[in-house]
């Protein structure tokens, strides 16, 4: 079976050919994906830009569906679904993609099958290495979302705990930001962490004890869990990265420089590779903890990390550290199918397809796409 995946969630325009066999270790292959990358175009901007972004779609989507097709070696008789993501996301991206997979579903006759943005990251663990020890526990940490999921069963997402805040990736981006180092701030935060202190600057580590009241009881969660989880298991970031900033803001005093002073005027190169490092210890301390208590609690067999934040050299080896010390084997995608890819949405697009589920013409994008 063949399927042709469309995402345009944010600010990259993608397609694939992703391929369906019978072998039981690894069901799904990759026969083409393809990603047309905006962050060019919005690093000017210092972050993407909505209205910018739904426009460059609209140029790209045509040669990027058309070249997944020609890489993965397909013709239109060929497929047998188009799967794309119907959120959550920017409302204007999105309906490029949905737009453009109606019509192709239209046309040549095929199921369309809508797929929510997480469930791609989260399928992308299984397309990477095949059936993952279930029960797992799976964190979704990327630019939009910070959530935690226990997976009973194979395309069963069940929510453990979220960000209240901003989610890891954005915090990554808005510190870079603060510090004058460029955009998106991932990447560049990591490398320079890379040769840093992280014990320099002892930022905090949020721990959540109070329990979320805009949330309701967990009865999706199995008991003993189902009323007391929701106490421990979410994100904040909004106060490490207030920490990064009073940091900024002490030291301009200090120097009797202005609030408009560039950090790189007031730090050394030292003390800026040391500030990325203690946050980022700080970042992914939180992630790595909640996710293992989470393990521990549904004596999960397998931990999964997925989302571009999984593309982090820190996050990769402290939950591979960490996995092998509680004897729970970690599950990280490549770096190619940990950021915004169109592969991971024609996997939960199969997944989508099997369990029956299937969009008429009447599909609409939607910004904030319950999972
Ligand atoms: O999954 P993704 O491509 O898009 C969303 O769905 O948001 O994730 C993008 C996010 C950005 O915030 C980017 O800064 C972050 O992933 N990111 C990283 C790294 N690579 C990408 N964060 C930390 N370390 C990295 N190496
Ligand atoms: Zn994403």
């Known amino acids: ?9 944010c600010d990259e325009t993608a397609a694939a050919v992703v391929e369906e066999t019978t072998g039981a270790a690894r069901p799904w292959r990759v026969r083409s994906s393809i990603v047309a990358s905006q962050v060019d175009i919005h690093r000017e901007w210092g972050g993407v830009v909505p209205e910018i972004a739904s426009r460059q779609h609209l140029r790209d989507i045509c040669g990027v569906v058309e070249r997944a097709m020609d890489e993965g070696g397909v013709v239109w008789r060929d497929l047998d679904a188009v799967a794309v993501t119907q959120g959550p996301g920017l409302i204007g991206s999105l309906l490029v993609g ?75 981006d ?20 890379a040769s840093g202190n992280d014990q320099a600057i002892r ?12 949330a309701g009881p967990a009865t999706h969660l199995p008991p003993p869990f189902a009323s007391s989880l929701r106490l421990k298991a979410d994100f904040s970031f909004s106060g490490l990265k207030t920490a990064v900033l009073r940091h900024v803001r002490e030291r301009q005093q200090a120097r009797g420089a202005s609030r408009e002073a560039p950090p790189r005027d ?26 293992f208590d989470a393990a521990r609690w549904f004596n999960a067999q397998s931990v999964g990390i997925a ?30 199918l940990s950021t915004d890819n169109a592969a991971m949405i024609g996997a939960a697009g199969l ?7 299937r969009a008429d013409l009447e599909l609409n994008a939607l910004a904030s796409l319950p999972l």
């Not at 079976?1 to 969630?9: D, R, Y």
């Not at 949905?98 to 797929?115: D, Q, T």
């Open 351 to 357: 997944r989508r397809f099997h369990q029956g589920v």
């Open 203 to 214: 930022f905090p580590v949020a721990r959540l004890t109070h329990a979320d009241r805009t």
């Open 266 to 291: 007031i730090f050394t190169d030292d003390e800026i590779r040391d500030l990325c490092a203690s946050f980022q210890r700080a970042v992914t301390t939180a992630l790595v903890d909640r996710t």
């Open 98 to 172: 949905v737009a453009f997979a109606k019509s192709i579903a239209a046309v040549h006759g095929l199921p369309l099958v809508p797929v929510h943005h997480l469930a791609g990251h989260i399928e992308s663990l299984w397309l990477e290495h095949g059936p993952l020890p279930l029960p797992a526990v799976v964190l979704v940490v990327s630019g939009g979302h910070t959530s935690l999921y226990y997976v009973p069963s194979e395309g069963d997402y069940r929510l453990v705990g979220r960000t209240r805040d901003d989610a890891a990736g954005e915090a990554y």
């Open 307 to 336: 989302g571009g934040v999984s593309a982090n050299s820190r996050l990769r080896r402290d939950a591979e550290a960490r996995g092998a010390q509680a004897g729970i084997p970690v599950y990280l995608p490549s770096l190619s």
């Open 1 to 9: 079976m063949l399927v042709l995946a469309i995402e345009s969630s």
């Open 174 to 193: 808005k510190v870079a930001k603060l510090l004058g180092l460029g955009y998106p701030g991932g990447p560049i935060v990591d490398r320079l962490a």
